[in-house]
C-alpha cells in the first residue's frame, strides 16, 4: 500500500465518486464523527464529487440521515437497501434477492450465533435493521470480543447457508445475493447509468468487511487504523492514510480537493 499522498494528481483528477465506509472510517477513536470530518462532507459534497457512504448500519438510522448528511445516497445493512433524494423526496431501492421472509431467517441466524458462542450479543440497534441481522462484538467494550471469536460465529452462520462480513464493530449476517460490492455496482449502473466506475471511484475503508471494494476499486484507499486488520485480509487497498479513522479522510479528501482546485485553476489561469 501507498501512501496516499503519493497519488498522482492524473488519478485524482479522474475521481468523480466518492464511497466511503462509516464506522471507523469517518467516525474518531470514540465512535463519533468530527466536526472537521462532518465539514469535510459538505466541502466534497460543494466542489461536485458525489458522495456515498456504504456500511452495515441500520435502514431506519439511514431513512432518516438521507434527509440531514450532505451525501447522495447511503447504502446501508451491507447493500441491502439504498436511500437517496430525488427533487428533495425520499426514494429507497431495495436488493431484489432480500427474502421475504426475513424475519423468520433472523431468528434462524440467532439461533445459530448463539449456540456457537453464547456470550455474542446482539447489536444494539439491530430494532431498525430491516434485511440484516448484526452482532456486536467490538462497538460495546463490556461485550468485546476477538476477532477471531466474532469470526467463528460468522462461519457458523455460513455454513446454515447465510452470508456476513466482520465489519470494525460488528459481525453483519443475511441471506441474499447483495454485499457492498454488488450492490454499489447495481446502484451505479441504475441510478446513474455507469457500467465500468473502477477509475471514477474511490472508496475509503477501515476493515475486513471492506475487503471486497478494496480488491475491485484500483483507486481505494484505507484509514490508518486498517493495519490492525491487514493480517485477517487477502486484497488490500492502493492506499492508506497516514491518520486513523475520519481524520484519515479529511487527509485524502482534502488531496482530492486540492487536484482539483488546482486543475481548474490552471485551466482558467488563476492564482493557485
Given at each position: 500500500m501507498k501512501n496516499i499522498n503519493e497519488i498522482t494528481t492524473e488519478?485524482?483528477?479522474?475521481?468523480?465518486?466518492?464511497?466511503?465506509?462509516?464506522?471507523?472510517?469517518?467516525?474518531?477513536?470514540?465512535?463519533?464523527?468530527?466536526?472537521?470530518?462532518?465539514?469535510?462532507?459538505?466541502?466534497?459534497?460543494k466542489a461536485g464529487y458525489t458522495v456515498i457512504p456504504v456500511t452495515g448500519r441500520t435502514a431506519g438510522w439511514a431513512a432518516v440521515a438521507i434527509t440531514d448528511w450532505p451525501v447522495d445516497a447511503i447504502i446501508v445493512e451491507s447493500g441491502s437497501v439504498v436511500y437517496y433524494l430525488e427533487n428533495g423526496s425520499r426514494k429507497e431501492f431495495v436488493h431484489p434477492s432480500v427474502p421475504k421472509d426475513r424475519y423468520a431467517v433472523h431468528e434462524k441466524i440467532k439461533e445459530t450465533a448463539l449456540a456457537k458462542n453464547p456470550k455474542i450479543k446482539v447489536s444494539i440497534d439491530q430494532y431498525s435493521r430491516f434485511n440484516d441481522f448484526a452482532f456486536n462484538y467490538a462497538e460495546d467494550e463490556d461485550d468485546k470480543l476477538t476477532f477471531d471469536e466474532a469470526k467463528e460465529v460468522l462461519e457458523a452462520v455460513k455454513a446454515i447457508g447465510?452470508?456476513?462480513?466482520?465489519?470494525?464493530?460488528?459481525?453483519?449476517?443475511?441471506?441474499?445475493?447483495?454485499?457492498?460490492?454488488p450492490s454499489s455496482l447495481l446502484y451505479l449502473k441504475e441510478h446513474y447509468g455507469i457500467d465500468d466506475?473502477?477509475?471514477?471511484?474511490?472508496?475509503?475503508?477501515?476493515a475486513a468487511n471492506d475487503e471486497e471494494m478494496f480488491g475491485y476499486f484500483p483507486t481505494a484507499c484505507g484509514v490508518?487504523?486498517?493495519?490492525?486488520?491487514?493480517?485477517?485480509?487477502?486484497?488490500?487497498?492502493?492506499y492508506i492514510t497516514t491518520y486513523e479513522g475520519g481524520e484519515g479522510f479529511c487527509e485524502a479528501a482534502e488531496i482530492l480537493l486540492t487536484a482539483k482546485k488546482n486543475s481548474i485553476a490552471e485551466k482558467y489561469g488563476l492564482k493557485k
Open positions: 488519478e485524482a483528477l479522474k475521481i468523480k465518486f466518492i464511497l466511503t465506509d462509516i464506522d471507523g472510517t469517518l467516525t474518531n477513536s470514540e465512535g463519533r464523527i468530527a466536526p472537521e470530518t462532518y465539514t469535510m462532507l459538505w466541502k466534497l459534497k447465510a452470508k456476513g462480513n466482520i465489519s470494525s464493530i460488528h459481525v453483519n449476517t443475511w441471506f441474499g445475493d447483495y454485499d457492498k460490492l466506475p473502477k477509475e471514477c471511484v474511490i472508496y475509503f475503508g477501515d490508518a487504523n486498517l493495519m490492525k486488520y491487514v493480517e485477517h485480509m487477502e486484497h488490500l487497498p492502493a
